[in-house]
């Protein structure tokens, strides 16, 4: 009989215990609504500004970078010899700029005044020449071509005179105004195109714009790639969220900034704090993805609850709880 009455009870509480397993734990508890869903972080694909050949990857799959940390490299041989053209064209027009503007030298006006000089020495011989042939034409002891090839160098020798003359006048005037704005123009040509051209040659390194996981890898070493498309995809690990969905009824308990807290099953007894960041203004049946509590034809609104990532300790795809206080 004993035995009977202790069977009975051992069916009892059995049954109980399953009971209370099976049974849907409530969301809504006292003053805060407890929800689960999984981290997700905002994913970013990086690319070359530029086509080309890629020279090095410096990172790869599951590997953590840094905002600003270089993240691969396109061969930049060609990069690199245009910024030095376009460098030593910039130098160049700067020199004969600066040349211009200084003016003539002391040296280069003394050197015009001595080819004057020797010029007109020059035009004095041969003046002397050619007035002794004018004589000798006259009285018939020379003959034509004598005549005309004294004359030929007198008239060289006037010329020499006069260009060395302007020469010195060039000189002692300055450069015009014409040739300094000329110049300058050069200069201005000359520094965008300079500037352009390093650039590109900086567009030839890819860098994080992020910190985060490096989540998916699209190319290998040596492969050749158009400007714009993803090289790596990087998921950004200081602004996690978790997505989760709330029934119609209690969705007018849930408000934009509320507190929330979150857990993980990785770092059990610790709590990170969150807060609501969005609120779906459409409804939706529950994702067969999502563990509901309930019939999963209910309508649920989507929410999301930003958290801190301590330490950068939660992994997108991660199980997480929420628990969002709204009192």
Known sequence: ?????????????????????????????????????????????????????????????????KKDDKLATLDNAELVKTVENAYAVLRETIERLDELKTGSRPQEINQARLNLNIAEVELEKVKKDYDRAVSLSKEGTISKQEMDLAKKIYDSAVLQKQNALEALSLVEEGPRKEEIKIAETKVLQAKPALAIAEEKLKDATLSSPVSGIILKKFYENGEIVSAGVPIFTIGNLEDPWIKVYVKEVDLGLVKLGQKA??????????????????????????????????????????????????????????????????K
Do not use: C, H, W
């Not at 069977?7 to 407890?34: A, D, F, M, R």
């Not at 459409?282 to 999301?304: D, M, S, W, Y």
């Open 261 to 326: 807290e979150i857990t993980v099953d990785t770092y059990p007894g610790k709590i990170y704090e969150g807060y609501v960041s969005y609120i779906s203004s459409e409804a939706e049946f529950t994702p067969k993805n999502i563990q509901t509590r309930e019939e999963r034809v209910k309508l649920v609104f989507g929410i999301k609850v930003r958290v801190k990532n301590m330490n950068d300790e939660l992994k997108p795809g991660m199980p997480a709880d929420v628990r969002i206080f709204f």
């Open 1 to 65: 009989m004993k035995k009977g009455l202790v069977l009975i009870l051992v069916i009892i509480v059995g049954g109980v215990i399953i009971y209370t397993k099976t049974q849907p734990q409530k969301e809504v508890e006292g003053n805060s609504l407890t929800l689960s869903g999984n981290i997700e972080v905002t994913e970013t694909d990086v690319g070359f500004k530029i086509p080309g050949r890629i020279d090095e990857l410096l990172t790869d799959e599951g590997k953590y970078v």
